[in-house]
């Protein structure tokens, strides 16, 4: 059965389950006055207990075997390879694999196919069934039994509520370490491949080298350069189009909520909003295809105009248009604080004589500024990590300028570039993609801690 059908079926088990623990609670009850039962719980958390009695282990177990069932059988195939297969090298191993499985999933046998693999491919197929069915016996059997422990603790005395909570509550917390050592494990990676490539490049020629030219030989006899990896370019390059958008989205963006929540009366709000928000909703790569053809060109017949030389791909067009872009994370997240500053503070002014206009920028701001800042905060994370945009307009130049009318390149494109295409995952050229992410992930760490000082100093000042 395949594991959709198994999620199904076992929902439908759990809902039974549930039924079936309500149904139950209501008649082990007795009643004592006046419609009320001598339960401790209400009737529905016991159906809920026994729902996660058998719900919580059966769907471990499924989520572990369907995690874990593919290398195992293929280990399991592996081993019984023949030993001329078993003595070639671990690449070469990995092909034949490789193409066993490709056959045994494909069900069509290759002219090249010779018989040991047509029958290692046949046991796979056997061994994935076998798998398959053994996984959804367990299941299922899990499951069951879950249903009649949970049955034999319905009782009045049984404290259900209880168990439910903290059922639920270690499975919040569950959640929240998940989440958390995922956050570790990928700084843990990122720090790992980095420090493979400080064994070949000196941090100092990556963090304050002025030269970016990634590319070297593959192979000794290969032809090829020895490779520059001074990432000064490309954090210029980076804080340069960033900064060129918030200069667009954080004035528009703030005046936009200050209108919306201050000035604009309902039925303007009801429609603005919306299709400002619909910004966001649209691809980069959109907004890349509208740089390159219609702002970049702009940009280069007005310079040319007025007696400058701006090229073809500029930090302008992409920092323009990726301004446009964050506007909504400025405008819908300002708007929202600001609306909810309370009236009381701007009663408060209007009292003291202020006007409105005095009353927002003296009172109404600041008290909505922590909220503000986070909101720049993501504008500037969003435009920081953008990358299509800046292929398509910016080009991919690692030049050391801060001319907005030249061709510079980011983090993010060169992350992408290094890993594209065919090269050996030990070679300095892709571990340099590794040493960029973990260069961008401190400066936003950075960042976040200089938001957190602004965002506490401020919120002690008005709370």
Excluded at 2 to 25: E, Q, Y
Excluded at 153 to 178: L, Y
Excluded at 357 to 378: F, K, W, Y
Aim: aromatic share 8%.
């Amino acid at each position: 059965m395949p594991v959709n059908f198994i999620l199904i079926t076992l929902l439908a088990l759990l809902i039974f389950g549930f039924i079936l623990g309500r149904a139950r609670s209501i008649k082990v009850a007795t009643e004592v006055r006046n419609g009320r039962y001598n339960l401790h719980s209400r009737p529905y958390y016991y159906g809920y207990m026994i729902a996660l009695w058998a719900g919580i282990p059966s769907l471990l177990i499924l989520l572990l075997w369907t995690g874990f069932d593919s290398s195992i059988v293929t280990s399991l195939t592996a081993s019984d390879l023949p030993s001329e297969i078993q003595e070639l090298s671990k690449d070469e191993r990995s092909l034949v694999i490789n193409e066993i499985i490709n056959l045994a999933e494909s069900g069509k046998a290759d002219v090249n196919s010779s018989e040991p693999k047509l029958q290692a491919a046949a046991h796979y197929l056997s061994l994935k069934n076998i798998s398959l069915m053994a996984k959804t016996v367990v299941v299922f059997a899990l499951a069951i039994l879950g249903i009649i422990i949970g049955l034999r603790f319905v009782k009045p005395e049984f404290r259900a509520r209880n168990q439910v909570e903290k059922i639920v509550r270690w499975v919040m917390i569950g959640c929240a370490s998940i989440a958390i050592l995922t956050t570790f494990g990928i700084v843990l990676s990122v720090l790992f491949e980095s420090l493979q490539f400080f064994k070949s490049v000196p941090f100092t020629d990556f963090l304050f080298g002025t030269h970016w030219n990634p590319q070297t030989a593959i192979r000794e006899d290969q032809v090829g350069g020895s490779g520059s990896f001074g990432a000064i370019p490309l954090f210029t390059g980076t804080l340069l189009i960033s900064a060129i958008a918030l200069t667009i989205a954080v004035p528009i963006g703030l005046m936009t909520a200050i209108y919306l929540s201050e000035y604009a009366n309902q039925a303007v709000r009801s429609i603005a909003k919306p299709v400002l928000e619909i910004l966001a909703g649209i691809p980069t790569v959109v907004y890349g295809f509208f740089a390159a053809l219609t702002v970049a060109p702009f940009i280069r017949e007005t310079g040319e105009a007025i007696g400058l030389h701006p090229s073809s791909e500029s930090a302008l067009a992409a920092g323009v248009v990726m301004g446009v872009m964050i506007i909504p994370f400025v405008s819908s997240l300002s708007d929202d604080v600001i609306s909810a500053v309370p009236q009381a503070m701007r009663d408060g002014s209007y009292g003291m004589g202020a006007t409105k206009s005095e009353t927002i920028r003296q009172v109404v701001i600041p008290a909505a500024l922590p909220g503000i800042v986070g909101g720049v905060l993501l504008a500037a994370s969003r435009a920081i990590g953008e990358t299509m945009i800046v292929v398509m307009a910016a080009g991919l130049a690692a030049n050391l300028t801060a001319n907005p009318l030249e061709a510079v390149t980011t983090i993010t494109v060169q992350i992408v570039t290094l890993l594209t295409g065919d090269q050996e995952f030990d070679s300095p050229k892709t571990l340099a993609a590794f040493a960029l992410g973990l260069g961008l992930f401190t400066v936003t760490l950075i960042l976040n801690v200089i938001s957190l000082h602004v965002v506490r100093k401020y919120r002690e000042q008005y709370e």
